[in-house]
């Protein structure tokens, strides 16, 4: 006859103490297969949005910073530059959209486009070019004061504008085009 005790046994140890050991080995194998899916922090970082004090660009400069690892012209332009952008003739665009909708309202005197060619990928000239836009020395591609491409020009389309917000009227913040909710 076998008689059945309240009392915890040797083996109910065992199982217990070989169970803990189970679990904390399976964790251990389980976290550095889990935590190697998660993505670099360079990875991290190239895709964050990125914040552009403007104070020190003066008008008629343009500066270049880089978000996703692509080129951002950040131009702060003069008042004949955004006349030129809003009295532009729009036949002479190869795609014509009125300056108010390539810069934020209010803040005309900025310009934040990618520099990136719509033709083969190059990297155009800022402040260059028939229309004293953008020029692209590769093959030859115009822009114009407003990053829009001229006629006849081997790029098919305008420069593009990536997402930003103003912060306050000399912060941006590329790789947003809303302002985070509090």
Request: charged content about 20%.
């Amino acid at each position: 006859m076998t008689t059945i005790s309240a009392e915890p046994t040797r083996r109910d140890f065992l199982y217990i103490a070989t169970g803990a050991v189970g679990a904390v080995g399976t964790a251990a194998t389980l976290l550095p297969l889990i935590t190697q899916m998660n993505p670099d922090a360079s990875t991290i970082a190239a895709g964050a949005p990125i914040e552009v004090d403007l104070s020190p660009i003066t008008e008629g400069q343009a500066i270049k910073v880089f978000w996703r690892g692509k080129p951002i012209y950040v131009s702060h332009r003069t008042k004949a530059e955004i006349e030129a952008a809003q009295n532009m003739d729009m036949s002479r665009l190869g795609e014509p959209v009125p300056d108010d909708q390539r810069v934020k309202k209010g803040h005309d005197q900025w310009l934040i486009v990618i520099g990136i060619c719509t033709h083969l990928g190059c990297i155009p000239l800022a402040r260059q070019g028939s229309a004293n836009g953008f020029f692209c020395p590769c093959h030859g591609s115009q822009y114009d004061t407003a990053g829009r491409v001229l006629k006849s020009q081997p790029a098919p389309a305008n420069l593009l504008v990536p997402p930003y917000i103003f912060l306050a009227d000399n912060k941006i913040r590329i790789g947003e085009d809303q302002p985070a909710k509090a």
